[in-house]
């Protein structure tokens, strides 16, 4: 649909978030950097501490009150203790494609998929807040610096374009 007949950010379909961000800290529970929903319906990009050393990204979806879909990474560590500068960031990306696949990829690595479908979205016409830098309510703040977040509604970069973006 196009922006002027839907006034809201939308999850009913393929999309595609891309932040670009590194964390600062390993703190336990996750830090939120993307979310937006309810506790019946939403969508949650975070990161989660699996040492005082390693901070792993991980997304949560939910669909009609349904069991969470859960996908955590395992291979690349976005915590950094140096000198921050760009070379330090890293790319998350969360995406749905055409067949309802969610894909968790850090900086070009497919951390898990999983099928999640049906509409995110709360079903209540947009009014849900959508959060950089917090969960579904505001709360539990990322230990992490942005450089920027990118969302694509009704569909998803190639792999040539996100290369090129990257």
Known sequence: ESASSTPYVGFDGQFDIIIWATVTGTSSPAGYFFSKGNATDYIKISHTAVSSSVSRAKVEIKIN??????????????????????????????????????????????????????????????????????????????????????????GYLTDDDYLVLR
């Open 65 to 154: 009150n349904a069991t969470p879909v859960t996908i955590t990474g395992s291979n690349v560590n976005i915590f950094d203790t140096s000198t921050l500068d760009s070379s330090q960031y890293h790319f998350i990306r969360v995406k749905r494609d055409e067949n309802n696949l969610v894909s968790l990829i850090v900086d070009g690595t497919t951390e898990g998929t999983a099928t999640a479908a049906g509409n995110i979205d709360t079903n209540d016409g947009g009014d849900t807040l959508l959060y950089i830098g917090g969960d579904i309510d505001g709360s539990s703040k990322p230990t992490a610096k942005f450089a920027q977040v990118r969302y694509y509604s009704g």
